[in-house]
T-cell receptor, first 111, second 114 residues
Framework: AQRVTQPEKLLSVFKGAPVELKCNYS??????LFWYVQYSRQRLQLLLR??SRESIKGFTADLNKGETSFHLKKPFAQEEDSAMYYC?????????????FGSGTKLNVKP | SQTIHQWPATLVQPVGSPLSLECTVE??????LYWYRQAAGRGLQLLFY??????ISSEVPQNLSASRPQDRQFILSSKKLLLSDSGFYLC?????????????FGEGSRLTVL
């Protein structure tokens, strides 16, 4: 079952333009939602998680339970934001918390 | 502080040969451990996860297996590799118990099966 959907494989914007990377999930309970980022030649790392409700590198994401979405936004994109972004979902299953990722969106910020 | 190591970083193997990728975590005890495969356009596919020594759960049927012989050691194996096993494999850990919070990833192992 597809639990995390990222509809855009590639998103290209110009520097200074707003960015929104879409993420929808399917889970009826109260999951944890995350955004991970992978810069070129670096390991996958956490960008932000919904329970922190913080802004990291200018990015924010709001959990919308009604729309089951967790879109990532930044008002003014920078070239250094170019990377692969993954939305992830974690929920309890028996004695363990499973962790699933979407297919990823490649963000390309053009100068 | 906690660290996670994976090796080898790159591996080229012929079809039908065995595989062993190793992952170790330092600085924590009883972590939850995960193996993912990262494929272009398909994101990260959860392969195996483990909540303790000898406890392995598989997400998808495949030609691979996993083992956890020690608390902080997680091994991905195959007896006979297939071409379709080529990919980028990531090991990750999370705090134990119910394993809430973020996943921490290793640097990955790129496997090419020829």
């Amino acid at each position: 079952a597809q639990r995390v959907t990222q509809p855009e494989k590639l998103l290209s914007v110009f520097k200074g333009a707003p960015v929104e990377l879409k993420c929808n999930y399917s889970y009826s309970g109260s999951p944890e939602l995350f955004w991970y980022v992978q810069y070129s030649r670096q390991r996958l790392q956490l960008l932000l998680r919904h329970i922190s409700r913080e802004s990291i590198k200018g990015f924010t994401a709001d959990l919308n339970k009604g729309e089951t979405s967790f879109h990532l936004k930044k008002p003014f994109a920078q070239e250094e934001d170019s990377a692969m972004y993954y939305c992830a979902l974690s929920f309890p299953s028996y004695n363990f918390n499973k962790f699933y990722f979407g297919s990823g969106t490649k963000l390309n910020v053009k100068p | 502080s906690q660290t996670i190591h994976q090796w080898p970083a790159t591996l080229v193997q012929p079809v039908g040969s065995p595989l062993s990728l190793e992952c170790t975590v330092e600085g924590t005890s009883n972590p939850n451990l995960y193996w993912y495969r990262q494929a272009a356009g398909r994101g990260l596919q959860l392969l195996f996860y483990s909540v303790g020594i000898g406890q392995i759960s598989s997400e998808v049927p495949q030609n691979l297996s996993a083992s956890r012989p020690q608390d902080r050691q997680f091994i991905l194996s195959s007896k006979k590799l297939l071409l379709s096993d080529s990919g980028f494999y990531l090991c990750a850990w999370r705090w134990g118990g119910m394993g809430t919070g973020e996943l921490f990833f290793g640097e990955g192992s790129r496997l090419t099966v020829l």
